[in-house]
Each structure stands twice: as C-alpha cells, then as structure tokens.
T-cell receptor, first 109, second 113 residues
Framework: SQQGEEDPQALSIQEGENATMNCSYKTSINNLQWYRQNSGRGLVHLILIRSNEREKHSGRLRVTLDTSKKSSSLLITASRAADTASYFCATDANNDMRFGAGTRLTVKP | NAGVTQTPKFQVLKTGQSMTLQCAQDMNHEYMSWYRQDPGMGLRLIHYSVGAGITDQGEVPNGYNVSRSTTEDFPLRLLSAAPSQTSVYFC????????????FGSGTRLTVV
C-alpha cells in the first residue's frame, strides 16, 4: 500500500511560474524524499529531508516538511519546459521506502 | 560510472514462461531493491537486499524470486509469468538501507501475453 499521496495528481503551468506539489503520509518517518521521472525513464533522486528538518533547498527546489501534519511540499521556482515530468514523494520508515502515485507536471513554453 | 544497469529494456513473455531480469550496480552500494510500476499505483516494492547473501520480501513478492550472491548483482526471476505481471520493473540501489537517496536503473518494460 502507498504511504505517501501526492496532490494534485496533475498540474499544468506556464514557463516561469512556480509549481507546488504536496505529499501527505500516514506513519512516522525517518526521512522523506522527492524524485523526478521523465517519460519512459527511471526515477531520479532530487532531495532528501530528514524528520528533524523543516525546510531544505537545492537550486530551484524548496522542500518543506511538517511532521505534525504528516505532510511535505515541493516547490519548483521559475519553472522551465524541461521540468515537465512526474514527481514522486517517498517516505522512509523503518527501512521501508514507499512511493506515492506521483504528480504529473506539465510546463508549457 | 554506469550507475545501475538493467537488462533487457523490453521483453515479451508468454504466460507460464520464466525469465530473469538483470540488475547490476558499480557504486559498491549495500542496499538494492526491485520495484514494479503500474499506472496510477506508484512504485511497489517486490524484494530487497541489505547486502550480499541477504534478501527479504517487500510488499508484492509473490511470483518473484531474488538472489544476491555479490554486492554488484541483484537479479529478479519470474517463476511462471502471468498477465498480471505486465509492468515496468525498476531496480534501485543505495549506500545503506536507510538515510540515502536511491539510484534507479532505466527500467525493464515487461509484457506477458
């Protein structure tokens, strides 16, 4: 069964806009990770945030974690057409990594 | 560095046939795992290994076997293929079982007819 659930399922924006994706989960976690998957390719690790961290940045990516609400968000700033992909959150709990069904992001040029 | 290499990229099997999906990594990662990806269901863990000689079941292990005789290789064997095993299969590796991001292979698209 899935642990993380992403919201929305699909998101379409214009190039240059910001994209925000959310992830909710059910049990306590050690860390939460975000991955990107381009069509027909494997997943690529973007960022890991540990349970004792609240915010993390990597380039144009900003991830927040609220363990009291069991939720995380991924913000992509100044989006580009190349950011078009599916984005997955994954929760690491007791050596058990579970992936959500993903958010499909489309960035229109 | 090649990272995680999966072969084959595509495969069509007839119901009842067996086959092995190959996975190799050259990063000296201790942890390796197999996932299947089906539309709308995200990735589901089939089997995993925390080191050579050690394997364990994930969420959906039925119909699959694994072995880990070396750190580098983690093959997934389908014992008797069924149409329900039509999916995209991904192998992933990580330095340890927790606390690190996963490196994924490019996947094997399997169709069982």
């Amino acid at each position: 069964s899935q642990q993380g659930e992403e919201d929305p399922q699909a998101l379409s924006i214009q190039e240059g806009e910001n994209a925000t994706m959310n992830c909710s989960y059910k049990t306590s976690i050690n860390n939460l990770q975000w991955y990107r998957q381009n069509s027909g390719r494997g997943l690529v690790h973007l960022i890991l945030i540990r349970s004792n961290e609240r915010e993390k940045h990597s380039g144009r990516l900003r991830v927040t974690l609220d363990t009291s609400k069991k939720s995380s968000s991924l913000l992509i700033t100044a989006s580009r057409a190349a950011d078009t992909a599916s984005y997955f959150c994954a929760t690491d709990a007791n050596n058990d990594m579970r992936f959500g069904a993903g958010t499909r992001l489309t960035v229109k040029p | 560095n090649a990272g995680v290499t999966q072969t084959p990229k595509f495969q069509v099997l007839k119901t009842g046939q067996s086959m092995t999906l190959q996975c190799a990594q050259d990063m000296n990662h201790e942890y390796m795992s197999w996932y299947r990806q089906d539309p709308g269901m995200g990735l589901r863990l089939i089997h995993y290994s925390v080191g050579a000689g050690i394997t364990d079941q994930g969420e959906v292990p039925n119909g699959y076997n694994v072995s880990r005789s070396t750190t580098e290789d983690f093959p997934l064997r389908l014992l008797s293929a069924a149409p329900s095993q039509t999916s995209v299969y991904f192998c992933a590796s990580s330095p340890r079982e927790t606390g690190y991001g996963y490196t994924f292979g490019s996947g094997t698209r399997l169709t069982v007819v």
